[in-house]
């Protein structure tokens, strides 16, 4: 497996989003400050595949997705495996009530050749490709497929825990013995043992189950097989007996049940025949019906008098004339009169009207006249006062002066203005022109005055007139409209004629409507009367149809009692013939019974010298009561057979339980000592020391190789000769490497162990690396480059450690402010 692409928002450290891309970054370190997130990156795509992280403990720390307040984290992977590019997606949110759930999880294979970079067009996942996976439950079974290794073993191989490498190299022979037994699953072995003695109890307690099933097919034996065959012969001897004896019980009862059907059928035709009788009222009906249709005719005749009446009086009403246009008239009269009357009135208003007109206008002129020679007095007034200044030029000053201002003439400051003389020019031009101005603004409000007053009375003129020129034009139009009037009177008679015409015609409309009501009553009594006759016709025809098999004698269709009478008649005595044959009926009846009785008693002495109880006596209880002991006794002889045969198979499932509990029992036995599981740990010890002493031989150049003896490790110096040496004396940086090649074996050996092909195209070394001191870092980080070199894999570290991180290609800067972390690519 080997990441390509990283997508993750509010995992986390990680609330925004943010990308990862490890496309090319065949040797990576994820770097950054302690806190900063970078594991969290490898938290993430252990998460994307798996739906957990192994600090989590478990998917019930699920919740520890979640960025602190955000409701929904959601992790992308894009990654190749075996030749082929996948997508995996998981997303969790929080619900109202706190909770956090998986709420989507998905793995889609990609096309060949597709660009990641079109997610960041925000594709969906339908457009992904083909879909492997579309639920958290289907998930890890397509995961298993495209990576090759569960949870547990992806953990141990691709991402290696941090600061395990030291303490499996170091660890006593019975912790690593442990650490084998959990990495390799060498545990299945307990679980064998522990199966095993499951099957033994399971198979000891069917065993017991089975002996007593055995004991309860005690009875199951071949004399009981023989008695019951024996049975059997008997019962299929009487179902032959009852079958044959039946049919001749079956005739009689049919003889029987046809005299009674005669006896019966004569019954009913007596009932029927008694049974008919004159209804109540059916002669008077006729007589109602023709009292009902004179009736109607006489109403008929008094509708058709108040309609011919009705319309003479319309006729006189429409020659009287309109009374609209005759009111019409009268109203014109009216208004003339009216008219006529407010003439002189409206002509003395505009006679008013003109005389205030001209007396104010006349006012308004002797104000205008007044008002310009104010005006002319004021503007002497103002002449004179420039010459007073002229002459007097001291007192005009004086005038414009105050106390501290410099003086025009002197330029001195001036400390006190002396007062105008009251004998100075300047003064009484003043005086005069105050004088002035106050007459000429009196003449000037005056004469507006005077000339508004005109000017309203000249518009009420105006109106005046136009109010008298209106009234003499409707004068006109009234004189003219009553010219071929008839006059006043004589309108007034015409309106009074046409009154009394239309109260009369009101009178006559009543009475026509009067007269149709009674009309339309007089008609429904018909149709009822009529309905009534036809009802009780049919009701004729109804009992004569139901006696008309007996050919009663034919009805007079006018005549409805004389019909009944004649058929009631005939029906009594056609019943006094039919009682006589009645009662010889019933005594063919009873003959019939008594040879039915004496047959079925025949047949119940059969069931009785069988030892079969007497069934019901109707023929079709008879065979089957034979046939369902026939059956019984053969279904007690198959149970019996059946039991027999399973008490046989019983048995030998009893001998083979015998032979598996015998087995497992021996299995557990085996399996519950230590040597067979320390074999097994043995041999897986020898693997991984001859691969981890491989991986370090080519890490070291060749100086060591890693051996075991009893379970504790030593390394072969061959730059000293081949020494050996235990490996608590290594260096540092020979402790990395040494435990780097255990790790890588230990890795190699899981994936072997895996179900599916497992593709370990990358490894990720979350070590700290801090602790080591500079010359162990040097060697360290040529570790990593020769093992990045060796080209068969992706190699990244996490560290923050800036000596190591410089020395790698491409690096992923990691850091967090006080929102979110960020991841920055550097490097190549």
């Known amino acids: 497996m080997r990441p390509i692409r990283l997508d993750m928002a509010g995992f986390t450290v990680f609330r925004d989003e943010t990308s990862v891309d490890f496309t090319d970054a065949d040797y990576f370190a994820l770097v950054g400050p302690t806190g900063s997130g970078k594991s969290t990156v490898l938290d993430a795509i252990t998460f994307a595949l798996y739906g957990t992280v192994p600090r989590w403990g478990g998917t019930r720390g699920i919740g520890n997705a979640l960025a602190p307040s955000a409701t929904e984290a959601r992790v992308r992977l894009v990654f190749e495996s075996a030749g082929d590019r996948y997508v995996a997606t998981r997303v969790v949110r929080r619900d109202g009530r706190g909770n956090v759930k998986t709420a989507g999880a998905g793995l889609q294979l990609m096309p060949t050749g597709f660009d990641v970079s079109k997610l960041d067009t925000g594709m969906d996942l339908e457009d992904l490709g083909e879909v492997l996976a579309g639920t958290p439950a289907e998930m890890d079974q397509a995961v298993l497929d495209a990576v090759g290794l569960p949870f547990e073993q992806f953990t141990s191989c691709v991402v290696l825990p941090q600061g395990q490498f030291a303490d499996f190299l170091h660890a006593k022979p019975a912790t690593r013995q442990q650490i084998l037994v959990n990495l390799l699953g060498l545990h299945v072995y307990e679980e064998v043992q522990t199966r095993a003695t499951g099957r033994a109890q399971t198979a000891e307690g069917k065993l017991a189950v089975v002996d007593q099933n055995l004991a309860a097919l005690a009875d199951a034996t071949d004399e009981a097989v023989e008695a019951a065959e024996r049975h059997v012969a008997r019962m299929r001897e009487l179902t032959v007996a009852v079958e044959s004896a039946v049919p001749g019980l079956r005739a009689k009862r049919a003889a029987e049940a046809e005299a009674a059907s005669a006896r019966d059928a004569l019954s009913a035709e007596v009932r029927l025949l008694s049974s008919v009788r004159t209804p109540e009222g059916s002669v008077e009906t006729a007589g109602v019906t023709a009292a009902a249709r004179a009736r109607a005719t006489e109403t008929a005749d008094e509708v058709r008098g108040a309609e011919e009446k009705e319309e003479k009086i319309r006729g006189e009403l429409a020659a009287a004339g309109d009374a609209g246009s005759l009111n019409l008239m009268l109203d014109r009269h009216a208004e003339l009169e009216k008219l006529i009357g407010q003439a002189d009135w409206f002509a003395g208003e505009v006679s008013v009207a003109e005389v205030e007109h001209k007396d104010a206008a006349a006012s308004a002129e002797i104000a205008h006249s007044a008002q310009v020679g104010a005006t ?10 420039t010459e007073a200044q002229r002459i007097d030029r001291a007192a005009a000053l004086r005038a414009h002066l105050a106390a501290g201002d410099h003086c025009p003439v002197c330029e001195q400051t001036v400390t006190t203005v002396p007062p105008v003389p009251e004998e100075s020019a300047v003064r009484a031009a003043e005086t005069s022109g105050k004088a002035a101005r106050a007459a000429a603004e009196i003449a000037e409000k005056a004469w507006q005055q005077k000339d508004a007053i005109a000017r309203k009375l000249e518009s009420n003129l105006e109106r005046k007139r136009a109010q008298h020129e209106h009234h003499l034009t409707r004068l006109a139009e009234a004189r003219a409209a009553v010219t071929e009037s008839p006059g006043v009177d004589a309108l007034r008679r015409q309106l009074a004629e046409i009154d009394r015409l239309q109260k009369l015609l009101d009178r006559a409309g009543t009475a026509v409507r009067t007269a149709r009501a009674a009309n339309r009553q007089a008609q429904a009594a018909v149709i009822a009367a009529e309905d009534r006759q036809r009802s009780a016709w049919r009701e004729f025809d109804t009992v004569r149809d139901q006696v008309a098999r007996f050919s009663p004698p034919p009805a007079d269709r006018d005549d409805l009692a004389g019909a009944w009478s004649a058929l009631v008649d005939w029906a009594a005595g056609l019943a006094a013939q039919r009682a006589v044959a009645r009662d010889e009926a019933e005594g063919t009846v009873a003959t019939a019974h008594r040879t039915t009785v004496a047959a079925q008693q025949e047949i119940a002495e059969l069931f009785t010298a069988a030892g079969v109880a007497v069934p019901a006596t109707d023929e079709a209880s008879l065979i089957r009561a034979a046939a369902i002991t026939a059956e019984r006794s053969e279904a007690a002889l198959q149970r019996l057979v059946d039991r027999r045969e399973q008490a046989h198979e019983l048995t030998e499932q009893r001998m083979t339980l015998q032979r598996e509990m015998r087995v497992a029992k021996a299995l557990a036995g085996h399996l519950r000592a230590n040597n067979f599981e320390r074999w097994l740990l043995e041999e897986a010890l020898d693997l991984l020391v001859d691969g981890a002493s491989r991986i370090l031989r080519e890490l070291t150049g060749g100086q060591y190789d890693l051996i075991h003896d009893k379970g504790e490790f030593f390394v072969i110096d061959h730059h000293d000769a081949g020494l050996r040496r235990g490996v608590r004396t290594l260096s540092g940086g020979e402790t990395f490497q040494a435990s780097l090649a255990l ?39 040529a570790t990593l480059e020769n093992l990045a070199a060796r080209g068969d894999r992706m190699v990244g570290v996490v560290t923050h450690v800036n000596a190591l991180a410089e020395r790698v290609p491409v690096r992923f800067e990691v850091h967090k402010d006080a929102r979110t972390a960020h991841v920055t690519r550097v490097g190549l």
């Open 743 to 781: 790790a890588l074996a230990l890795s190699e050996q899981l994936a072997g162990m895996s179900t599916t092909a497992a593709s370990l195209e990358s490894i990720v070394l979350d070590e700290g690396f801090g602790t080591l001191d500079a010359a162990t870092l040097d060697v360290v980080a």
């Open 376 to 385: 002319q007095l004021l503007e002497q007034a103002r002449l004179d006062y």
